[in-house]
């Protein structure tokens, strides 16, 4: 395997080479959490998680770690509006995330941590960095500390920005700033604000920045160097940019390479809750299965925005239904084979190891099932078992294993349908049978106009009369 990705602070797609052989450590930065997750939230977590499967299926040992902002200036905001405790609306919003990430088949990261579990090392960072003179507290008493941009001549490395060229976020502070462009690693309580939402430091009571939150927590789970950074496109500035120059500037290499996916867009716009566009995970599974959304984000390339239609995601639910319907019909033939028992296609491997363009994966699946089909007709058991088993390959490597225990619980409700279903249908079937054996066509007819009327389709093969569901 010769993995190549797109290194966002190069600029270029690079070999994937990590620190540690056989050993990849992978930070992605989580969610704020103030507020329902929407498919644009889950996006990232679909994506980086194909990364992940991925490097597992080269052999590497993958510590992944994904963290929670749980402290911050929106969700002392929406709290306050919603008159309920900071705290309990973070985990509240949390507990949906994580129902979310589990409906789409996001494998858990090796460890999660939250903001408020790591204020210790965000107070240790910050000292450091006041020491070497690339911080400095506030003088006009709010308590605030800053980082000081200018001490730091590699500002703007990341996003390639000339530091003459940028100007202070609209919503920026400025109390207390030697430069506009200096950002917060630490805020001062405010009156207004609850007592449980501050830290004692020696700076006074307050909370965290957000860029520090991660600084700190991908240090302590790996360490001062690690592989991969992730997270959407719109975090690359400020936040990684801070990232960046607040960990460099005390010494630390940080982040190997960095990786970032596109957006999921509405009219054009980033889906976000501010403007009304969103589509939260729930409300969009009342239209497709789970396993058929996932199959609609992994489709697209992980860097390519993608302009959210229902229409557009019904037509992918229908493709991957498509694919469903060749490995139920080849699995009567060939009996129970899974992903273990597959190789993946050269086609497939090209594709996932050059920037994990994953239309073309998907186009490799959709050839094999191609040719499996051709192979439903054919006398050769063992090559339309050999074909199976690499399409439940490829799949699992994409989440999208129909056989993987964690679309169980829709597997069994469905499986249980479908039997029930089955009987009947089979009862119809067995009426139609008798009807044409006695040359009552008529009758025949119509018990098959009975069953497409139901939405059931009826294909007589040369084994039988097999159903399916109209569209499937």
């Not at 749980?70 to 973070?90: F, M, N, R, V």
């Not at 990341?158 to 202070?168: A, G, T, V």
Request: aromatic share 8%; hydrophobic share 40%.
């Amino acid at each position: 395997m010769t993995l190549r990705l797109y290194d966002t602070a190069a600029r270029e797609i690079r070999d994937f080479v990590p620190l540690t052989p056989g050993q990849v450590g992978m930070y992605v930065c989580g969610l704020t959490v103030q507020s329902e997750p929407h498919i644009g939230h889950i996006r990232s977590g679909v994506n980086f998680d194909v990364l992940r499967r991925w490097l597992i299926t080269a052999g590497y040992d993958v510590t992944y770690i994904r963290n929670i902002t749980d402290i911050d200036d929106k969700i002392l905001l929406k709290s306050a509006e919603q008159g309920t405790a900071w705290y309990a609306l973070a985990y509240d919003m949390s507990r949906q995330l994580a129902g979310a990430y589990d409906a789409l088949n996001v494998l858990a990261p090796t460890y999660e941590p939250l903001a408020t579990g790591h204020v210790p090392e965000m107070v240790e960072l910050i000292a450091a960095l006041v020491a070497t003179g690339h911080a400095y507290a506030a003088e006009d008493g709010s308590g605030d500390v800053y980082f000081d941009v200018a001490s730091w001549p590699e500002y703007g490395a990341l996003s390639h920005q000339r530091m003459e060229d940028m100007e202070p976020a609209d919503d920026a502070d400025p109390r207390g700033k030697r430069d506009p462009r200096d950002f917060a690693l630490w805020k001062g309580r405010k009156p207004e604000e609850p007592q449980t939402a501050s830290w004692p430091t020696p700076w006074g009571r307050g909370r965290p920045g957000w860029h520090i939150e991660c600084s700190a927590m991908a240090a302590k789970y790996l360490g001062d160097s690690f592989d991969i950074h992730g997270g959407g496109i719109d975090l690359r500035f400020p936040h990684h940019e801070n990232e960046l120059a607040q960990s460099r500037a005390l010494g630390k290499p940080f982040a190997q390479y960095w990786l970032h996916n596109a957006w999921i867009t509405t009219a054009g716009e980033k889906m976000s809750k501010s403007l009304g566009n969103s589509l939260l995970v729930p409300n969009v599974l009342e239209h497709v299965r789970a396993i058929e959304l996932r199959f609609y984000m992994v489709a697209a390339h992980y860097r390519s925005h993608v302009e959210f239609s229902f229409e557009a995601l019904h037509e992918a639910a229908a493709g991957f239904r498509r694919i469903e319907h060749f490995l139920e019909r080849a699995h009567e033939r060939v009996g129970d084979v899974g992903a273990r028992d597959g190789s993946l296609s050269p086609e497939f491997v090209e594709a996932m190891d050059d920037d994990l363009r994953t239309p073309s994966a998907v186009a490799a699946v959709y050839d094999a099932v191609r040719e499996g089909n051709k192979l439903l007709t054919d006398a050769d058991a063992e090559a339309l078992r050999a074909t199976v088993a690499s399409v439940h390959a490829m799949l699992d490597v994409l989440g999208l294993d129909p056989h993987d225990p964690a679309w169980g619980g829709d597997r069994k409700d469905d499986a249980a349908l479908h039997g029930v279903v089955d009987r009947l249908v089979q009862g119809l079937l067995e009426q139609r049978a008798k009807a044409r054996a006695d040359k009552d066509f008529s009758t025949a007819d119509a018990v098959r106009d009975q069953l497409r009327a139901a939405g059931i389709d009826i294909e007589d093969t040369p084994t039988g009369p097999r159903w399916t569901l109209e569209g499937s």
